[in-house]
């Protein structure tokens, strides 16, 4: 079975890349230079040579706060790009995964967000990326909400404090939002494993388990390296970011653990691996 992944070279298409070679899959990665989804000719044409089983979408335009000042571009790539893909898969008789985002959510809930809840994208990129799944559910497709994530595939909320606290910095870190911190690896894993059981279309919420704001993140990883680093708490609105975050966005994982058959991993632990692995 091949499975096609569009955005290889990025942070979360890279591990699905990797993981196929742990696990021996015949998996396709193409980087933006092999194929930008935006070109519709190219897309179909890619797709339909590879002949694919499942593709996972993951190309994105993901800077969330320069979405502000480029909503065209945003959506350009988030929403055009995914109808390509949609049009691809549905002509090359391939199934779809596409990877979208908690910040799709208001933040106002406040507890784990199922993914059959209503939807309230506040800034332009979750508002792109939600015109994307709308793409995928009206083409029957399949939807990996995740959040927070960090990896080796490139750079990350994980490698900028450390950067910082390595050179002595003080830091100030945002302590009014909460998520699920998540490495890339397990989301790569985790989708895997949803397509070698067929799952059916909709919505899946795929994340590392436990909750924290960016603040109990950033303060984790500087003690898990053993730096000592003061770091400060800093409320959204003293931040100033372009772009508004949920204040809330934990994802309920339910459904998906039980599709796998068992829990995610805490985020702790898999923040611990990752550093053993790339420090």
């Not at 593709?55 to 350009?76: F, N, Q």
């Not at 995964?97 to 908690?102: G, I, R």
């Not at 927070?148 to 900028?160: D, H, I, K, P, T």
């Not at 609105?237 to 459904?255: E, H, T």
Request: proline share 4%.
């Amino acid at each position: 079975m091949t499975i096609v992944v569009t955005g290889a070279s990025g942070l979360l298409g890279s591990e699905f890349v990797a993981a196929g070679v742990r696990r021996a899959a015949e998996i396709v990665g193409l980087t933006r230079a092999e194929l930008d989804v935006t070109d519709l000719g190219a897309t179909r044409r890619v797709i339909a040579d590879t002949g694919p089983a499942w593709i996972v979408h993951c190309a994105a335009y993901t800077a969330v706060d320069r979405a502000e000042a480029e909503p065209e571009e945003a959506m350009r790539v988030n929403h055009g790009g995914t109808i390509n893909v949609v049009s691809a898969a549905a002509e090359a008789g391939a199934r779809l995964f596409y990877v979208s985002t908690d910040y799709v959510f208001d933040g106002a809930k406040g507890s784990p967000y199922r993914p059959d809840d209503p939807v309230a994208p506040g800034s332009v990129y979750a508002r792109s990326k939600r015109a994307g799944e709308e793409a995928v559910l009206g083409a029957g497709g399949v939807i990996a909400r995740t959040g927070w994530l960090y990896g080796s595939g490139g750079r990350n909320f994980v490698e900028a404090i450390l950067d910082r606290a390595e050179r002595g910095e003080s830091l100030r870190v945002v302590d009014d939002q909460r998520g699920r911190p998540t490495w890339a690896r397990n989301v790569a894993e985790v989708v895997l494993d949803l397509i070698a059981r067929d799952v059916e279309d909709g919505i899946w919420h795929v994340a590392d388990a436990g909750e924290a704001t960016w603040l109990d993140f950033a303060r984790e990883a500087v003690a898990i390296r053993g730096l000592d680093t003061t770091i400060e708490g800093v409320s959204t609105k003293a931040w100033g970011a372009p772009a508004p975050r949920p204040k809330y966005s934990v994802l309920d994982l339910r459904r998906t653990e039980e599709a796998v058959g068992r829990p995610m991993m805490e985020w702790r632990q898999a923040l611990r691996r990752y550093l053993a692995e790339n420090r």
